[in-house]
């Protein structure tokens, strides 16, 4: 409910948008990639990327009980100083743009390789960045509310596959865990802690919009919702490699793959178009969230009083840098997301991160003496 | 903002060899995050 002009948003209703975020496009693009990195160890890459983000969610919790009401820029302003924060800023902002045209561009390959092989990409991108732009502009209650209602829709699709499937599992699939040793898995993780683990950290930017009731609440439902999205990555991980086993890895959008052969009695087939539906979804719910805390961290960042200003302009940005995503390049985009997105992940959020959570631990041990 | 769009679409359309965020990325932290992967890969 919107109180004195400013947007505010339940814990729960946060909760929610916090596992959009983790699970939006991951639950479909992730399998792929760890499996091809880890093989049958690809679970316990997510465990360990999820410990990772158990840390990383820690300290932004650790942050918002100590600066209730300041986002990461206002934080750092407090914390780092004004020049500081700038240099944090744009290295967050960085990654942003590459968040919000990444999810978008893999909504238009997926499109462009799976249902409309005619229609150019750029026509699917322009679409799609129309839809977020406009999306944005409403403000985060209402992307919240409709939200909450979609998210029923990918849940619900992947639930039902994964269920339907269970004729195709074999378990001897699963073994060994470790053909290649322990050094793969921890490739996995390391992908996998990039996206989407380490990306929590642009929550930093929202929870200012949690209704001061539920301040105390949130805490919990974050991390109910990271252990519920640890767990949706795992099943969809183990339901590809029961179903595909040594050919896993080589599926690239696994759980419409894995939705592709179910057959029950012709009645019930060709069913992957819930799971097309449930990527284009949560791709747009993800990009859309991306986007938003992109429009937020410029606006903070220059004093700008309202982010809808500007939230045109970084689309348009976001959009011409998808396009340019795809030209060929020294590292392709597939090895950009999965060897490079962690590492820079890693300079945009989790140094700002912990540099505003050992500045604030700094900042309460010289209080008491002052 | 929006000269920054203009700048990224004249280097799209013109295909220009101006660096953007992309070419900047990969040369700063290509190098290392593929060393990375390299060290974690194994070759059975």
Request: aromatic share 10%.
């Amino acid at each position: 409910m919107a109180m004195g002009g400013k947007q505010t948003v339940s814990a729960t209703q946060m909760s929610i948008l916090f596992y959009i975020f983790m699970t939006g496009s991951s639950i479909i693009n992730i399998p792929g990639p760890i499996i091809e990195s880890a093989k049958n160890g690809a679970w316990i890459s997510l465990l360990i990327a999820c410990a990772g983000g158990v840390i990383l969610l820690s300290v932004v919790t650790h942050l918002y009980d100590r600066h209730p009401g300041q986002c990461l820029i206002e934080m750092g302003r407090t914390l780092v100083g004004p020049w500081i924060t700038a240099l944090l800023a744009l290295l967050f902002i960085s990654c942003l743009f590459h968040i919000s045209a990444g999810i978008v561009l893999d909504i238009g390959l997926f499109l462009n390789s799976s249902m409309m092989r005619q229609t150019e990409i750029p026509i699917m991108l322009a679409m799609m960045f129309a839809c977020i732009a406009i999306t944005v502009r409403c403000g985060i209650e209402t992307i919240t509310r409709m939200f909450v209602l979609l998210v029923a829709v990918v849940v619900f699709s992947v639930l039902l596959v994964l269920v339907l499937s269970i004729e195709n599992y074999k378990l001897s699939f699963l073994l060994p865990i470790l053909p290649d040793g322990w050094k793969p898995v921890w490739l996995g993780a390391w992908s996998s802690f990039g996206f989407p683990f380490q990306e929590l950290a642009i929550f930093t930017m929202l929870l200012p919009y949690i209704r001061q009731e539920d301040h105390k609440r949130v805490r919990r439902g974050l991390f109910a919702a990271l252990f519920v999205n640890a767990f949706s990555l795992i099943a969809a991980t183990l339901s590809t490699l029961m179903t595909f086993g040594p050919m896993a890895g080589e599926r690239k959008y696994s759980m419409f793959e894995v939705a592709r052969l179910i057959d029950l009695g012709e009645a019930l087939q060709r069913i992957e178009v819930m799971i097309g539906i449930s990527l284009i979804v949560a791709s747009y719910m993800k990009a859309t969230i991306a986007l938003y805390v992109l429009s937020l961290t410029i606006a903070k960042l220059f004093n700008i009083p309202d982010e809808r200003l500007v939230v045109s302009p970084l689309a348009l940005i976001s959009f011409v840098l998808s396009l340019l995503a795809l030209r060929p390049q020294e590292v392709g985009w597939v090895e950009l997301v999965q060897y490079v997105h962690p590492l820079w992940g890693m300079f945009a959020f989790t140094v700002p991160l912990f540099t505003l959570y050992v500045a604030s631990l700094v900042r309460k041990r010289q209080r008491p003496t002052s | 903002l929006l000269a920054i769009a203009l700048y990224l679409g004249a280097k799209l359309i013109f295909h220009t060899s101006w660096p953007d965020l992309y070419d900047m990325v990969n040369a700063v932290i290509g190098g290392p995050a593929r060393q990375i992967a390299k060290a974690l890969k194994t070759t059975p």
